[in-house]
């Protein structure tokens, strides 16, 4: 049903010095999903993420977030709505604890006056606590962020992200430097997020998509491959050979990364 329909890419290109990255793309998302995009190497995974924050500016189609257009607003404008990226590269404040980051987080999001020189209310370090929990850093609260693990750092931009309450998370390869333990963990995070807000989520291995995707959109050469679930994706005739065809190491049937 359209009404329900949070996030809509409506026959996007983008074009690069003429090429076409992205090529006609159709997306659309339901509230409280959590979509996993997938697809070959330059198949426009990270341009359309690109596009619905603001990053890049289609040449042609429409982007909709619930009844707005924000096909042609900035990328700060977008964020403010209710859209926030996870970029590759965390970034978190190093030399900061892991407590503090999610505080600055925090307060971005509301007047720095009204907090800055004040004792942090209780209110507020309920939420830090709750999302500290979440996030499962609760003992590492005092931990300077840059001596966490890899997973641990993407973890933690997660919850600075959720702070900002965005309606849509855009993550792109969220599980890329992950541990096995680590990626289980964050699958089982982005279904907790999934329960109150939407996700897109570009993703590579195939192992997580398996284990932790209910619906799956395949893109290839900038455009819709194919959309169902995982198991319709596998047993898809296109999606086999455009993996088997270029990439034989990123074969859907078999489980490598
Ligand atoms: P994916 O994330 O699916 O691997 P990308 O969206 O990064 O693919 O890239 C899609 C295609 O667009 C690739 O061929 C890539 O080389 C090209 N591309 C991406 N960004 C740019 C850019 N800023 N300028 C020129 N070409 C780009
Ligand atoms: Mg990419």
């Not at 209310?121 to 929990?133: H, K, N, P, V």
């Not at 996030?135 to 959720?162: F, N, P, T, V, Y």
């Not at 993703?203 to 050469?221: G, I, L, P, Q, Y």
Request: charged share 30%; glycine share 8%.
């Amino acid at each position: 049903m359209k009404e329900s329909a949070i996030l809509l890419c409506d026959d996007v290109t983008v074009e690069f010095d003429g090429f076409k990255a992205v090529q006609g793309m159709n997306l659309k998302l339901e509230k409280g999903e959590l979509r996993f995009l997938i697809g070959p190497n330059g198949a426009g995974k990270t341009t359309i993420l690109d596009v619905i924050c603001g990053k890049v500016r289609p040449t042609g189609g429409r982007v909709t977030f619930g009844k707005v257009d924000i096909t042609k607003k900035k990328e700060h404008q977008i964020a403010e709505l209710g859209i926030g990226r996870k970029f590759q590269a965390p970034s978190i404040f190093p030399s900061m604890t892991v407590a503090e980051n999610l505080e600055i987080a925090m307060r971005q999001k509301r007047a720095v006056f009204a907090t800055l020189f004040a004792k942090m209310a209780e209110e507020e370090r309920a939420r830090i606590d709750a999302q500290l929990t979440m996030i499962g850093l609760q003992k590492k609260a005092d931990w300077r962020a840059g001596g966490l693990s890899h997973g641990e750092k993407q973890w933690l931009e997660i919850g600075m992200m959720l702070l900002q309450e965005p309606e849509i998370l855009l993550l792109d390869e969220p599980v890329a430097g992950m541990t096995d333990k680590e990626t289980g963990k964050t699958g089982e995070l982005l279904h907790q997020i999934a329960l109150k807000r939407s996700i897109v989520v570009v993703e590579h291995d195939m192992e997580f998509v398996r284990n932790f995707a209910s619906k799956v959109t395949v893109m290839h050469e900038g455009k819709l491959l194919k959309e169902g679930s995982m198991d319709e994706i596998q047993r898809d005739d296109r999606v086999a050979e455009v993996y088997l065809g270029k990439r034989r190491d990123a074969d859907v049937s078999r489980s490598t990364a």
